[in-house]
């Protein structure tokens, strides 16, 4: 039983807060009711969920079988040809496969701790619960249909994106004050935006809309906000709009879905694949993990700790530098052979100038559009917010070799360059599919462009 599909997340059209703060009562007395009349909650591990398991996929070539002898005999019976090696490697791998058991998981105690603590954390009738209830409100949310983990997210959010947004609405509010919005006001937005890592062509839009409607009637500073977060919520949304996907990427039930996480080293591709696969099992999906970094040292362990924490299983070679194809040809076996819903795989960190290194980024999704025909293909590129608009280049040159269909935003809670969303959105075309605001198991979450402007424009 999913604790909440983040997945499969409500979204509505944005629209008015008639009463924020009478919805934001209501939720909390629901909220806080429920918290105090439910036992304490035991870890919500699904019974069903896979462990951390690794399976050695052996790279050496099998040894040539010894040909049977044959008596020199007439009356001797014909012996049947001895399987190629092809066809004995083959089965070997199904003997794997086949092999590989599911035993409950048991989670070491810390974890348990850790993870129990997130779940039963006391809320507060405090000033992000009020902000996260109106950002709900204004979405359209009923009271009675919102969860804890949502205000907690929203909340974390809006944490997470001071850093960003330090200066940045305090300037903006001063610049707009009581007076009307004029020329010299647009140009002191457009120096903030830059400032914020927004993109020149970005600020151009919004800068054109401001100047579009200050020509046609006087604007206040309330509608200027108004208007900056309407056109910079439509900028967001228009990868969507062009490629006529949902708002919410969630895996198809029922179906083998493939997720390829790539980007540059260090930017948490590791550390973002291991909370996906948390926000997949919670949410009612299973899930397996293929470690195709075997280029770094100590990947596979890593992957293995987070898998562990989220009781996931995962596929892996041990060996030093093993062929990133040959894990993920074992993954994709497995997958099937298990009925999983969705495939995570992990690659190596490189940069976009390594040529060899992005070929065989190529071969593996080559592997995987050859071996799994049937599947839904996601290609999703990890960014370091803190790394501003050098995150653009990198998107491009990964465009080519990964077939990229999203972005993963991380380390927004550590980076003064959150705009760099709008960027992203504007230059490569690619939609955001998740954003991570801090170091904890949960705290990645799929993107949502209204929730993401508020944060960025909030009044502290």
């Avoid at 039963?120 to 009738?125: D, R």
């Avoid at 790539?262 to 470690?291: E, F």
């Avoid at 994709?332 to 290194?357: F, M, P």
């Amino acid at each position: 039983m999913a604790e909440f599909d983040w997945f499969n997340r409500e979204t509505t059209e944005a629209q008015s807060a008639e009463d924020a703060l009478a919805w934001a009562k209501e939720a909390y007395a629901r909220l806080k009711a429920q918290q105090q009349g439910a036992p304490d909650t035991p870890l919500d591990t699904p019974t069903d969920a896979p462990p951390d398991i690794s399976i050695d996929i052996p790279t050496d070539t099998p040894d040539t079988p010894d040909t049977p002898d044959t008596p020199d005999t007439p009356d001797t019976p014909d012996v049947p040809a001895a399987p190629s090696l092809l066809e004995q490697a083959a089965a070997r791998r199904d003997e794997r496969l086949a092999s590989v058991s599911l035993p409950v998981l048991e989670l070491k105690p810390e974890v348990k701790t850790e993870i129990n603590a997130e779940l039963t954390t006391e809320i507060q009738l405090d000033s992000d619960f009020l902000w996260s209830a109106e950002v709900l409100a204004a979405q359209g949310r009923p009271a009675a249909q919102v969860s804890i983990e949502e205000i907690d997210w929203l909340g974390k959010l809006r944490r997470g994106m001071e850093k960003t947004r330090q200066g940045f609405v305090t300037q903006l509010l001063e610049n707009l004050g009581d007076d009307p919005l004029s020329e010299q006001s647009l140009e002191q937005i457009e120096t903030l935006l830059l400032k914020a890592d927004v993109g020149i062509e970005s600020t151009d839009l919004a800068l054109d809309r401001l100047r579009l409607r200050m020509n046609e009637a006087v604007v206040d500073a309330a509608e200027a906000i108004s208007l900056l977060k309407q056109e910079l919520r439509e900028q967001l949304d228009i990868p969507l709009g062009k490629q006529g996907i949902a708002p919410l990427l969630a895996p198809i039930k029922g179906r083998l879905n493939i997720w390829l996480i790539v980007g540059v080293n260090g930017v948490g591709k590791t550390t973002t694949l291991g909370k996906l696969a948390n926000l997949a099992v919670r949410s009612g999906y299973s899930c397996l993990m293929a470690a195709g970094d075997t280029f770094r040292a100590a990947a596979v362990q890593q992957l293995q700790v987070w898998a562990e924490r989220s009781g996931v299983a995962v596929i892996a070679n041990p060996s030093a530098n093993a062929d990133p194809a040959a894990v993920v040809f074992d993954a994709i076996g497995a997958a099937r052979s298990k009925n999983i819903e969705l495939l995570l795989v992990d690659t190596a960190g490189r940069l976009q100038t390594k040529h060899n290194l992005m070929e065989e980024l190529a071969k593996v999704r080559r592997i995987i559009d050859r071996l799994a025909p049937e599947a839904q293909v996601e290609s999703l590129l990890v960014l370091d917010s803190s790394q501003g608009q050098n995150g653009l280049r990198q998107a491009m040159a990964f465009a080519a070799a990964a077939q990229l269909t999203g972005v993963i935003l991380t380390k927004l809670d550590g980076s003064a360059r959150g705009g760099v969303a709008l960027a992203v959105a504007a230059e490569t075309g690619l939609p955001i599919r998740f954003i991570g605001a801090g170091e904890g198991l949960r705290d990645l979450r799929p993107f949502n462009s209204f929730e993401f402007i508020e944060a960025l424009l909030a009044r502290n």
